[in-house]
C-alpha cells in the first residue's frame, strides 16, 4: 500500500523558513518523479517544485526560484522542501506528489498546513 505522509508544515513570521517532509513508502521512491504542490484557500492546486528520481534536475516555480528548494534522499524514501524568506503568499496547505516510473501510477499525500503571519 502506498503512503505519503508529509511532516514539518506550522506558522513561521514573514522571512522566516520551513524545511517540509514527504515520507514515502509501498512503492519504488527512487524512480519516481517527485513534486510539491500547494493550495492556498479558495485556489487551485499549483506546482511548487518537481525533482527527477536521480535528483539530477528540478523546476521551481517562478514565484519560488531562489527560495525554496526541492531535495530528496532516496536511501531514506523522503523528500524535502526548504523553504527560506517566506511571505505570506506562501501559505497553503502543501502536497507531495509522486509519479511512478514506467506505470506514471500517481500518489498523493494528504497535506501539510503552512502559514506565514506575524
Known amino acids: 500500500q502506498v503512503h505519503l505522509v508529509e511532516s514539518g508544515g506550522g506558522l513561521v513570521q514573514p522571512g522566516g523558513s520551513l524545511r517540509l517532509s514527504c515520507a514515502a513508502s509501498?512503492?519504488?521512491?527512487?524512480?519516481?518523479?517527485m513534486m510539491w504542490y500547494r493550495q492556498a484557500p479558495g485556489k487551485g492546486r499549483d506546482l511548487v517544485a518537481h525533482?527527477?528520481?536521480?535528483?539530477?534536475?528540478?523546476i521551481y516555480a517562478d514565484s519560488v526560484k531562489g527560495r525554496f528548494t526541492i531535495s530528496r534522499d532516496n536511501a531514506k524514501n523522503t523528500l524535502y522542501l526548504q523553504m527560506n524568506s517566506l511571505k505570506p503568499e506562501d501559505a497553503a496547505v502543501y502536497y507531495c506528489?509522486?509519479?511512478?516510473?514506467?506505470?506514471?501510477?500517481?500518489?498523493w499525500g494528504q497535506g501539510t498546513q503552512v502559514t506565514v503571519s506575524s
Open positions: 506528489r509522486g509519479v511512478a516510473a514506467f506505470s506514471n501510477d500517481e500518489y
Open positions: 525533482i527527477t528520481g536521480a535528483g539530477d534536475s528540478t
Open positions: 509501498g512503492f519504488t521512491f527512487s524512480s519516481a518523479d
